[in-house]
């Protein structure tokens, strides 16, 4: 557009000088063309130079590239049929054409000199315009408004330039990193602390006392090696943490740093094992290299079963990397040169998986049982969790403690912390053992749903948990029951009937044969109820995880622990196979086909003489049963004492469960 306003200036210049000789070359060159058109009267310019004189009123896109028109609000404004009549009749002084803007600028007469000009939008052509300028002699003027396209096309192209650097330093970047990535790919990825700044001691952990005495002489000897090397004693060069998971086994190695105040090498079993064979071997290297020039010092290797299982298992051989990574791994612990003041701490929670090579005296020479938490263990726990939790007075930790036999450190931080939200959500000012129970049923059984309405399926259901409450009330064997609900629980749980676990029993793992057979008693509870009550057109799939639970246990007691009338003996085996899968395979059979069925009919034969018990009590006691569920389906929970002081009052107690009520009264 500007090229086409230039041009019309040339040709309306040349086109005067054609016809009008007598003009200087100066005022053929000056940028003012004002009063030109009235120089040349009566003749008439070529019909080419006209049109683009005309064109002098296209409106311009100079939006961005020019100044704003004369946003003036206080200008008048004419049309451009108004110009050409006022063209007419001779009431037009001057004209001020604006191209790149479009418009042009009027003077009329007796317009005073103060007095804005008026405005008119030019058309893209104005064919007759011309004439009437030129007729009427007006001053004619062709403006220029500030154009800024070249300042822009350079600030264009510099930007353009700084893109195409940026972009280029950005490959140059990457390329590097990536080349320094190739160089460091077989460096350790440990995370070192120099003054191990765990921020875990020795009394941030409770519940294992035992590991916490055998790793003290870690302590003591990074502390004071003279004390052990002054009589030839050697301190083991690793320490195997084994236990179920979240017993602490990661936090005990953070307080043995902690304590011992000295560099901490903390890394992962699986950071060593790339898809790239010989990555793991280097940084296996590198770790052990970085160790010996920070000793006395610690290595903690955690889920150490990711590289050191065995080698060779598997089907069609090992992983060639992973083992590699374990022989190296194998040589630096134990092999020509001594590792002098570096202690590796490694925790797993399968050791039956991992080589035997690692685990013998000089590589891990000695391996602390991290095992779940007794009595005085959880309690210790609480103790430390509950430091920062707002529990009302009547909170004891020491019933906490009772009801949760087989929870890990992890499941009571865990089951604390749903405490707390669950009184936060309850709008509470403090944890009470309303908040503690219902976080210990969420942890262990599920998030309890909206209760059932009054209806058959809510009879049946309390009907179902009701046999099993009865049967673990009555049964002499038994463990007594801590409460019985028909509430239901995510997972499809309608409802519960919880018993209070024997401590000593679950910690030694010495079930007797009489406990072995009212806990299958007690699983076919419900399933009795179902029938005895309802019949056995009404008897429901709700029991099939009891049936699924006393096939195993009845199999277990007869195969592996010979109480059943084939005497003692074992004949089946827990399968070992743990790098194809458990229950991948089927059991190798030990026996004959004779054997085995007699195996199965000894199986049978106990689950349907607990059957015929379970029913025979429960059609005994069946206008119990029927108050219990007018009372449970009132209620929806009944806890334990409750349960047994109304039971009591229908039928004699045995003494487990009277001294059990007898306890609840005292406490």
């Known amino acids: 557009m500007k090229n086409f306003w230039q041009q019309i200036r040339t040709d309306v210049l040349k086109g005067i000088n054609h016809h009008n000789s007598s003009l200087s070359k100066a005022e053929l060159n000056t940028q003012n063309t004002k009063t030109i058109l009235g120089k040349i009267p009566g003749q008439k310019l070529s019909r080419k130079l006209g049109w683009k004189i005309l064109a002098t009123g296209i409106i311009a896109q100079g939006a961005l590239l020019g100044t704003p028109a004369f946003a003036d609000s206080t200008q008048n404004n004419l049309s451009y049929s108004q110009l050409l009549e006022k063209i007419q009749a001779g009431e037009v002084t001057e004209i001020d054409a604006y191209p790149s803007q479009g418009i042009a600028k009027v003077s009329l007469k007796g317009q005073k000199a103060n007095e804005p000009m008026y405005t008119v939008n030019m058309f893209e052509y104005n064919p007759e315009l011309l004439d009437k300028v ?12 500030p154009d800024n396209s070249f300042a822009m096309g350079i600030i264009f192209n510099i930007l353009i330039v700084f893109i195409v650097i940026f972009v280029l330093l950005t490959i140059l970047r990457r390329s ?10 077989g460096k350790s990825r440990a995370r070192f602390q120099m003054e191990a700044k765990t921020g875990v001691l020795f009394d941030d952990v409770a519940g294992i006392e035992e590991a916490k005495e055998e790793l003290q002489e870690v302590v003591t000897f990074l502390k004071k090696p003279e004390k052990f090397t002054a009589i030839g004693a050697k301190i083991p060069k690793g320490v195997l943490l084994v236990g179920p998971p979240g017993t602490g086994k990661t936090l005990l190695a953070k307080a043995i740093a902690g304590e011992a105040g000295v560099p901490f090498f903390s890394i992962s079993g699986s950071e060593f094992v790339e898809m790239f064979v010989g990555v793991g071997a280097s940084r296996v290297r590198d770790l052990f290299r970085k160790a010996k020039e920070n000793a006395p010092c610690i290595i903690f290797i955690d889920e150490i079963d990711a590289v050191g299982r065995q080698r060779g298992a598997g089907i069609g051989g090992g992983n060639d990397e992973r083992e590699q990574t374990l022989n190296q791994l194998l040589t630096e612990m134990d092999g020509f040169e001594g590792n002098t003041g570096i202690i590796i701490i490694a925790a797993t929670n399968r050791p039956d998986v991992l080589d035997a090579a690692l685990l013998r005296p000089g590589r891990f020479d000695r391996q ?20 920062n939790k707002k529990l009302t007075p009547d909170v004891s930790l020491e019933a906490i403690a009772r009801k949760t036999p087989g929870f890990s450190g992890a499941d009571l931080a865990n089951m ?3 405490a707390a939200i669950l009184t936060a959500r309850r709008r509470k000012e403090g944890i009470t053992p309303s908040e503690i129970d219902d976080a210990i ?17 809510k009879r049946l259901i309390a009907y179902h948990e009701l046999g099993h409450a009865l049967l673990m009330t009555l049964l002499k064997n038994s463990d007594p029951l801590n409460k019985v609900t028909i509430i239901p629980r995510s997972g499809g749980v309608g409802g519960f009937a919880q018993p209070i676990m024997d401590e000593g029993m679950i910690d030694s793992g010495m079930y007797t044969r009489g406990w072995l057979i009212d806990r299958i008693t007690i699983s076919l509870g419900g399933r009795a109820a179902e029938e005895e009550i309802f019949g056995s057109a009404e008897v429901t799939v709700g029991a099939a995880n009891d049936i699924r639970n006393v096939a195993n246990l009845a199999r277990e007691m007869v195969t592996r622990y010979g109480m059943s009338d084939l005497g003692p003996l074992a004949l089946e085996n827990p399968s070992g196979e743990v790098f194809l899968g458990r229950g991948w395979q089927s059991q190798q059979s030990e026996y004959s086909e004779e054997v085995a069925t007699k195996i199965d009919h000894q199986v049978r034969a106990m689950a349907v003489h607990c059957y015929e018990e379970a029913r025979r009590i429960i059609r005994e006691n069946r206008v119990l049963m029927d108050r ?9 929970t009944i806890d334990g004492e409750e349960f047994r002081r109304i039971v009591s009052e229908y039928t004699e107690l045995p003494e487990k469960q009277k001294l059990s009520i007898n306890l609840e009264k005292k406490g």
């Open 416 to 418: 604390l912390n749903e």
């Open 176 to 185: 590097s990193q990536s080349q320094g990535n190739a160089l460091n790919f």
């Open 134 to 145: 030129r007729a009427q002699k007006i001053d004619f003027e062709l403006k220029r408004s």
């Open 368 to 387: 602390v049982t991290v095992d779940l938490p007794a009595y005085k263990g959880r309690l210790g726990i609480l103790e430390v969790h509950a430091r």
């Open 441 to 457: 049923d969420r942890v262990t059984i599920g998030l309890s749903l909206t209760p059932l309405l009054d209806s058959k399926k």
């Open 628 to 636: 219990l569920v007018d009372l449970l389906i009132e209620k929806e």
